[in-house]
């Protein structure tokens, strides 16, 4: 695996940790509520999700790459025509409101929180996705093993920077309540991002 391709995967990857989703979305609401200390201990149980998630993928997507270089392609553009589709969905929606939140997420320990991350984590098919169609336009076959690890290292870090800049924002959510054009916009730079990448990804050649 060639730095080079580690330094294309970084900011595409970094685009989907940023995405506005319902973990996102948890993790800020729950800094708003308990402070982002406790919200960023409660975010461990989303990053043990997305881990067991990349070695089940890994375990049973080795297996299908290497038996198959149609499988390979069709996987690559199946990822770049995903990530299209996303930044379209992003683009197209609407700021996230964030009144009556109370009602949905009722106050509860940190272990309860982290419980609550790990499920709506686990239970997300788009992380599945992300795992089965994005990561392979990255990976080195004849190293398959220790490139996915690395990919999913990376993943979990950038996952974990994502995590800190939605629970500073939900800390200080306060200055931002009547401004939803500052979610709009991040919901707009990332589905910005993520069609550029999916349009390389789709015309970049398969790592060797």
Avoid at 72 to 100: E, N, Q
Avoid at 161 to 177: E, K, P
Wanted: positive net charge.
């Amino acid at each position: 695996m060639t730095l080079n391709t580690i330094l294309w995967f970084i900011p595409a990857c970094f685009a989907l940790n940023m995405a506005f989703g319902p973990n996102n979305l948890l993790a800020l609401t729950n800094a708003m509520r308990v402070g982002i200390g406790k919200a960023l201990i409660a975010s461990l149980g989303r990053i043990v999700a997305f881990a067991i998630m990349i070695v089940i993928t890994a375990l049973g997507l080795g297996a299908l790459l290497i038996a198959s270089e149609v499988a390979f392609s069709a996987i690559k553009w199946a990822g770049a025509a995903y990530l299209v589709w996303l930044g379209i969905k992003l683009l197209r929606s609407r700021a996230p409101t964030i009144g009556g939140i109370d009602e949905v997420l009722p106050v509860r320990s940190t272990q309860s929180l982290a419980r609550q991350e790990f499920w709506v984590a686990i239970g997300n098919p788009k992380a599945i996705l992300i795992f089965t169609a994005f990561f392979p336009q990255f990976l080195d076959r004849g190293d398959y093993a220790t490139s996915f690890a690395v990919l999913g290292a990376i993943f979990l870090v950038l996952e974990l920077a994502a995590i800190a800049v939605y629970t500073y924002i939900g800390s200080h959510l306060g200055r931002f309540a009547g401004r939803p054009s500052v979610f709009a916009w991040m919901n707009k730079a990332s589905g910005g991002l993520m069609i550029a990448f999916g349009a390389m990804l789709a015309l970049a050649r398969r790592p060797a």
